[in-house]
């Protein structure tokens, strides 16, 4: 008994002692254009990696990773879709070469122009990770099996 109640004396300390993460310095650009681009986003948070800016946010019940230049310009998007949602060749590429997975989550990410999707494919073995391009070529896979 003694011993649950130092326990819960000590428990907040231990968690004050945690470090925080330092808040970033969030360009006015940057910040203004995710406002403008995402006036619904909610659960908005921002971190700083190498030289840009991501927000991590969602709209509705959609995650969205946008890495921003410190002007505001957009230079990668990710965000979950739907397995219905992916282009024809990249589902006839899994039901040829993964015929033995069924598709997990799925991501699209917009970089530079170029459209990838990102699947995590199961199995019973384990699961796969797999970058595809949108004519259905892979372009990086991992796996966890």
């Known amino acids: 008994m003694k011993l649950t109640r130092l326990l819960l004396l000590l428990l907040p300390i231990t968690l004050l002692a945690q470090p925080q993460p330092q808040p970033i310095s969030v360009p006015v ?10 006036p619904e986003a909610s659960e908005l948070s921002w971190e700083k990696k190498k030289e840009l800016y991501r927000a991590k946010f969602k709209t509705g019940k959609v995650d969205h990773k946008v890495w921003l230049q410190a002007d505001g310009t957009v230079s990668r998007h990710e965000y979950e879709i739907k397995k219905d949602q992916l282009p024809k060749p990249v589902t006839d590429a899994i039901a040829k070469d ?32 797999v970058q595809f391009l949108s004519d259905g070529k892979v372009h990086s896979k991992k796996s966890d099996d």
């Open 29 to 38: 650009a940057a910040a203004q254009a995710i406002k403008k681009l995402y």
């Open 98 to 129: 993964f015929s033995a997975y069924t598709i997990g989550d799925c991501e699209q990410n917009d970089e530079k122009g170029a459209t990838s999707y990102k699947v995590e494919l199961k199995s019973p073995q384990g699961k796969k990770n």
